[in-house]
Every structure is written in C-alpha cells, then in structure tokens.
C-alpha cells in the first residue's frame, strides 16, 4: 500500500518503457523515472548492463522489467511490448532512446555499417513507435518521448550517419504528431533535443579517428537529459524540449546563418570530437557497439556516465527554464503588470496630488487634469 503522501505526487505508478536503457542517458532516465515510483520496462541488448540498471532501478523504489532486444527488429520489438503489457497490464510511457553511431568521415563508413546504423538509431524508433501506439490508442492516453539532439537539425562532420538517422527522427515524429492531433487523440508524442552529454557512448561506437572519440564542449551530465525526459513524459502536450544552452545557441545559429556555421564546423568539427590521446590499436579497428553490446565484449556494466566527470556539468539553467516555462512567464506577466501599476502610479503622484486631480482643484501646474488622457474629465464631471 502507497504512504498517503504519495498519492498525490504526479505520474506515481506509471507503467514506462525505456530503450537503451542499459547504459548512458536512457539508464539515467530508467533511475529517474524509478525514484517517482514506477514501473520501469528496461530494454537493450547488453545483459551486463541490463542487470546493472534492474538493481539501480529496485533500490530507487522502482519496479524493474528487464527485455533484451535489437530494437532494430521490429518483431521482436512488438514482442517486448507485449511482454511488458503481459507484466504490467498496459504502457503509459514510451522513451525511444537507443542508437548506435559510427565516428568516421562519410567516405569511410561502409554501406552495411551506415544501413545498420540507420536501422538501429531511426528504425529503432519507429518500431517502437509503432509497438507503443498499438498498445496506447486502443486505450486513448500515454505519451511517446523521442530523444533526440540539436544534430536532429544540425548535421557535424564525422556523424554523418548519426545525424541523418536524427533528421529523420524529427521529421517522423512532426509526421506523426499532425496525424494524432487531427485524429483528436489523447496518445501525445514528444521530442527532446539534447546536448553533448558525458555518456559512455564515446567509448562504445566504431571510431575510425586518429583520436579517442569525445563529446563536443560544453558536456553536460546525463542526469540533465533525464531531468527533461521525466518532464516531457508528464507534459506530452508540448511540440519539443531544447535541452542545454548550447542545443539553444546551435539551433539559433543554424536558423540564422546556416552556411557560416558550415564554415565553422569544417574548421573545428574534427578536432572537436576527438582527444589528442591516442586510441588503442584493438579500439581503433573494432566494431565498437555496432552488431554486438560493448558490455557483454569487455564483461562488465559501463552505468550512465563516462570518463568526463571532471569536465562535465551537473546543471543547466536553460533546462530549468524550459521545464518552467509555463511559470516563467506567469512571473513575467505578473511582474510586468506590478512594474505598469507601479509606474502609473508614480505618474499619478502622491495621495494629495491624486486628490487635486479627482477633485479639479488646482495642482501643481494650475489647474485639473483628465484621469484618462483623452478621456473623461472626472473633475470637471464632478463639478458639473
């Protein structure tokens, strides 16, 4: 039985379904979602890492599910589905997170390496799209939250792969959100743009760079990310999230100026996302997590967080300002009309004043003055 305190607490309980949930930013969303209370449907390939976000899940006060699969197997996408409503009962919450991405110039990615990342980072979202929606429209509620990035608009060198499967992403979901609402549906489809994020990814994908493969400054901790999912899970009615100052500062630019920034990312977009530091020669030429997990190769859980701890930043007052908008601007409207009745006050003068001017008496200048300009005399109308 719930603490009576808990009753109250929004989205308490819910049935959610996060993919790649077995390490980075959708382990940390799972942990998120767990410490409100509810079910948590934990869903990747890597057993290692699935155990790992199970035991963190159980002990934040969640109930944990563990599903292994290839979300780019539709079959057995729609199987882990109804595996999840066989345990549960139904899904309120679906996160499709799971990707795998290739650090490489175009030219150097394979076609079978850059189908299967398409097949796992873009595909893998419309199976479970798919897979969700045929279990929530039935019932007429739940909530679809897309993980996406600021490359969802803005492709980089050397992700070429990656940022296609994102821009497909986005124009999918717009798609797909225009049908839902035409129909009048209360299944609502969400998608969060992030920022670059100190996950464990950048020791998993396939590096074909002289360089250990890096996040791009700012890096910010995976725990921003799922701040934001938990709240766009619970408000499914807003279009996007922009995550991280600079998602902001990237999407702005690439409205405004998009071929300057072209400019500016052929000049720094290599040596940005890249150490100085050598990679291992067996790092170098393995397939990193493309076909197989990375946890169940090295036989150990990589958790939400990789090596960038010292650098990466716990907070981001961007974030918090998009997960309140809605009071933002209650307290901007409501200061804006303390500051208009405190300067129209000013203009009204002190009490005396204000009374020479109902009255007509003579003010300062001479004579009464029109409570509205161009309006009705009340002094003179009191008069008469």
């Given at each position: 039985m719930r603490r009576p305190w808990e009753v109250a607490l929004p989205g308490r309980g819910r049935t959610v379904v996060v993919t790649g949930a077995s390490g980075g930013v959708g382990r940390a969303a799972a942990l998120a979602f767990a410490a409100r209370g509810d079910r948590v449907a934990l869903l990747a390939r890597g057993r290692e890492g699935l155990a790992g976000a199970a035991d963190e899940v159980q002990r934040?006060?969640?109930?944990?599910?563990?599903?292994?699969?290839?979300?780019?197997?539709?079959?057995?996408?729609?199987?882990?589905?109804?595996?999840?409503?066989?345990?549960?009962?139904?899904?309120?919450?679906?996160?499709?997170?799971?990707?795998?991405?290739?650090?490489?110039?175009?030219?150097?990615v394979t076609p079978d390496e850059f189908r299967r990342v398409t097949e796992v980072t873009y595909l893998g979202y419309v199976f479970g799209t798919r897979a969700a929606l045929h279990h929530m429209l039935?019932?007429?509620?739940?909530?679809?939250?897309?993980?996406?990035?600021?490359?969802?608009?803005?492709?980089?060198?050397?992700?070429?792969?990656?940022?296609?499967?994102?821009?497909?992403?986005?124009?999918?979901?717009?798609?797909?959100?225009?049908?839902?609402?035409?129909?009048?549906?209360?299944v609502r489809t969400t998608m969060v743009q992030l920022p670059a994020l100190n996950t464990p990814q950048f020791d998993w994908v396939l590096n074909r760079?002289?360089?250990?493969?890096?996040?791009?400054?700012?890096?910010?901790?995976?725990?921003i990310a799922a701040r934001a999912i938990v709240h766009a899970a619970g408000h499914g009615r807003r279009r996007e999230y922009w995550v991280g100052g600079s998602t902001?500062?990237?999407?702005?630019?690439?409205?405004?100026?998009?071929?300057?920034?072209d400019r500016y990312l052929a000049r720094t977009g290599f040596e940005a996302q890249q150490d100085e530091a050598q990679q291992d020669e067996g790092e170098q030429l393995g397939p990193g997590n493309l076909w197989t997990p990375t946890d169940g190769a090295r036989g150990r859980d990589?958790?939400?967080?990789?090596?960038?701890?010292?650098?990466?930043?716990?907070?981001?007052?961007?974030?918090?300002?998009?997960?309140?908008?809605?009071?933002?601007?209650?307290?901007?409207?409501?200061?804006?009309?303390?500051?208009?009745?405190?300067?129209?006050?000013?203009?009204?003068?002190?009490?005396?004043?204000?009374?020479?001017?109902?009255?007509?008496?003579?003010?300062?200048?001479?004579g009464g003055t029109d409570l509205m300009r161009g309006g009705i005399d009340v002094g003179r109308s009191r008069r008469d």
């Open positions: 934040a006060g969640g109930e944990a599910l563990v599903v292994s699969v290839d979300m780019a197997d539709a079959k057995a996408v729609d199987d882990a589905a109804q595996k999840v409503v066989d345990e549960f009962g139904h899904i309120d919450v679906w996160v499709n997170n799971a990707f795998a991405g290739i650090y490489a110039p175009f030219t150097e039935p019932r007429d509620r739940g909530t679809i939250v897309q993980v996406g990035s600021a490359l969802a608009y803005r492709g980089i060198p050397l992700q070429s792969a990656y940022c296609g499967a994102k821009h497909a992403i986005q124009g999918f979901n717009e798609s797909l959100r225009c049908e839902l609402l035409r129909d009048g549906s209360r760079l002289p360089g250990r493969a890096r996040p791009v400054v700012p890096v910010y901790q995976p725990e902001v500062a990237t999407l702005v630019a690439n409205a405004v100026v998009p071929g300057l920034l990589f958790g939400a967080h990789g090596r960038f701890d010292e650098e990466a930043v716990d907070g981001s007052p961007q974030e918090w300002l998009s997960r309140n908008r809605g009071r933002m601007g209650a307290g901007v409207l409501v200061g804006g009309l303390g500051a208009a009745m405190t300067a129209g006050l000013r203009r009204w003068g002190s009490p005396a004043r204000r009374r020479s001017r109902v009255l007509g008496l003579p003010g300062r200048h001479g």
